[in-house]
Structure formats: structure tokens, C-alpha cells
């Protein structure tokens, strides 16, 4: 009964969203049509987009944001920078709307081409975004597998991990890390790492033709703060020694660095210095994000990223007009095409 029910609203759902989209009729010339609330209508729109039934796209962005895309580009060595108009909206939410929709037209294209036939993935409110605005393609060949613990300490999943959402948009098969994103002890994270279905996990991780991560912030507004994923007291701690950024489950100082914290090392899940050298896609929104983009963008691991243009300038009033790269560990050569053709 419940398949009947769904298959129902999926049915309005889509008839809704063609009378909208491409008939042009309003919410309430629809509802009459229909015979429904206007609320209804609107209800139903949404989850047509939501399911992936709606896909927008809008070719080239502001020349405002090309310029940013070069400048950044051309100062970290990347391979590609996308950054997303500013949709005027000034707050997080409508910064990581901006990425999700660039993003989820770049993971389509990824997931489309053949040569990636393994995507590592990390976790976070923007690649979730994504992931929700990614159109569906059909590659069941394709593996996905999370690179970091899938679970909260408390054992519970973790909302903002993709692996389903981005199998049920591929068809593919997916593999979660099913231990916590942190361990309690480094003993607990040993325990972890001990077991062989963990170990060959990540040794399948290892392998991925492509990784696609967020980058989290350790300020209150971060998901970890946000989902209970850390303490207060391990918050202060991490804010007492300089740490800005949550890259792979490892805290980074502005500068790049490992910042001096125990919590870093009960992480469960791949370094990114165990992937250096691969392709590495980093997903982050919003002005707030700045310290801990710059900081994940200065280790030099970061191949590829997708912003938006408050965040950009946010980072570029920081760095100044600098032309050259400067990464904390060991990071790429300056002077890299950035992927855009320019």
C-alpha cells in the first residue's frame, strides 16, 4: 500500500512540476487544475525537485566569478575552481544552495565518464546539498565508499553521509565505513582499525579514481558542533591551538598544518596524506568558511574546488593579491591551468 502511495505522489509530483516549469502556470491556476491547496501544489514541486525529477541549468557565471576562478586557481595550483554566484542571500544556507547546484552538475559529469569507476567520499551539509541537486545517471558499475567513519560516537548514522543518496542517483554500489567518525581513545580507534572488513574497506578506499569531501569548520555553525559530533570541551581545544579547519576528520591551523590536538588522531578513516597526488574535490559554501578553506587549500592536497563567490572574496581579502602558491606541506606548482580553458 505504502509503494502505491509513493508511486501516487511521485505521479502528481511530476505533473505538477511540467504544468509549472515548462506550462508556466502558477501554484494556484495549478491547484485548480489539479484539485488540490495551493499548499499542496507547492509540496509537491518541491519534492519533484528534491527526487531529482527537475534539473536546472544554467550555462557560464558572472564575470565576477571567472576572474575569482582564475585568481584562486592560479595562486593554489589547482586543476579546476568553479565558484557559484552570489545569490544574495548573505547567510550560510544560501551560500551552500549556490555550491549544490554547481556541484551537482560537476559530480554528474564525473560520475558520467568511465574512467572513474571508484568515488571516495567524504561527508557534510554541502555535499549532501550536492548530492540532493545532482541529476541521476545510470552507472551501476560504479563503487561508493566513504573514507571516514560513517557513524556518530553514539553509533547512530550520520545525516550528512552521502553513500546512499549518491546510489540511489548511480544505481551504483555503495560501502560505508560502519565505525565512528572519531573513536573515543586512540586504544578504541586501534580496536577499529583492527578489524579486517575496516582494513579492506579503506584499503578499497585507498584506491578510488576520484575523492569528493567537505571541508568543516570547527566555529559553532559546523556541522560537528552542530550534530553533536564533538564536545564543548574538545571544541575549546581544538580553538585553543590555532585549529580552523576539519579536513578528513584532521584539524589544520590557518597555516596548513596539523594543529596539536589529540582529537585529530582518533579519526577513523583515510589521512589525506595517505591520498596526496590523487584527485581530490573539495565542496565548501559560505564567507564563514574562509579560514578553514584557505587552511585546507594551503596543505596542497586540494585539486579541484567548488565555492561561492562570498566565500571567494572572503578568501582573497584574506591572501591579498598574491601570485604565487603557498602550500603548507608540499603542495603542487604554481601556474596551473586551473581547468577553464583560460
Avoid at 505504502?2 to 515548462?22: H, K
Avoid at 544556507?93 to 569507476?117: D, F, H, K, N, Y
Avoid at 557534510?124 to 561508493?144: H, S
Avoid at 566555529?219 to 571544541?235: D, P, T
Wanted: aromatic share 4%; charged share 20%; hydrophobic share 40%.
Amino acid at each position: 500500500m505504502q509503494a502505491r502511495d509513493d508511486e501516487w505522489t511521485t505521479y502528481l509530483a511530476i505533473r505538477a512540476a511540467w504544468l509549472s516549469f515548462i506550462g508556466g502556470r502558477t501554484q494556484g491556476e495549478i491547484a485548480a487544475q489539479m484539485g488540490m491547496s495551493p499548499a499542496k501544489v507547492h509540496r509537491l514541486i518541491a519534492h519533484a525537485q528534491k527526487s531529482g525529477y527537475v534539473k536546472f541549468q544554467i550555462e557560464g557565471r558572472p564575470l565576477e566569478c571567472l576572474e575569482l576562478e582564475d585568481s584562486l586557481g592560479r595562486q593554489f595550483g589547482l586543476n579546476s575552481c568553479i565558484i557559484a554566484p552570489d545569490l544574495g542571500g548573505a547567510d550560510q544556507e544560501t551560500a551552500i544552495r549556490a555550491v549544490a547546484m554547481s556541484a551537482g552538475q560537476m559530480l554528474a559529469g564525473l560520475l558520467a565518464s568511465e574512467t572513474v569507476r571508484r568515488i571516495g567520499v567524504g561527508m557534510g551539509r554541502t555535499l549532501k546539498a550536492a548530492v540532493e541537486a545532482m541529476p541521476k545517471i545510470n552507472r551501476p558499475d560504479v563503487e561508493i565508499i566513504s573514507i571516514s567513519g560513517s557513524l556518530t560516537r553514539k553509533l547512530a548514522a550520520n545525516p550528512f553521509d552521502v553513500v546512499q543518496q549518491l546510489q540511489e542517483r548511480t544505481g551504483g554500489e555503495g560501502f560505508y565505513l560502519p565505525v565512528p567518525y572519531f573513536a573515543e581513545t586512540l586504544s578504541e580507534k586501534d580496536v577499529f582499525l583492527g578489524q579486517r572488513s575496516v582494513q579492506n574497506l579503506l584499503a578499497r578506499a585507498r584506491g578510488s579514481d576520484v575523492f569528493v569531501v567537505g571541508l568543516g569548520s570547527v566555529e559553532n555553525e559546523g556541522h560537528l558542533v552542530q550534530r553533536g559530533m564533538i564536545s564543548k570541551e574538545e571544541q575549546n581545544d581544538l580553538l585553543e591551538n590555532g585549529a580552523v579547519s576539519d579536513l578528513m576528520g584532521r584539524f589544520l591551523t590557518l597555516d596548513g598544518r596539523l594543529a596539536p590536538v589529540r582529537l585529530g588522531d582518533c579519526a577513523v578513516g583515510l589521512h589525506f596524506e595517505e591520498v596526496r597526488g590523487a584527485r581530490i574535490v573539495a565542496l565548501a559554501g559560505g564567507a564563514s568558511k574562509a579560514d578553514a578553506t584557505l587552511a585546507a587549500l594551503r596543505t596542497g592536497v586540494i585539486t579541484d574546488l567548488i565555492a561561492d563567490e562570498t566565500l571567494a572574496r572572503a578568501i582573497s581579502a584574506k591572501i591579498g593579491p598574491q601570485l604565487v602558491h603557498t602550500a603548507g606541506n608540499g603542495g603542487r606548482q604554481k601556474g596551473k591551468s586551473n581547468g577553464n580553458g583560460r
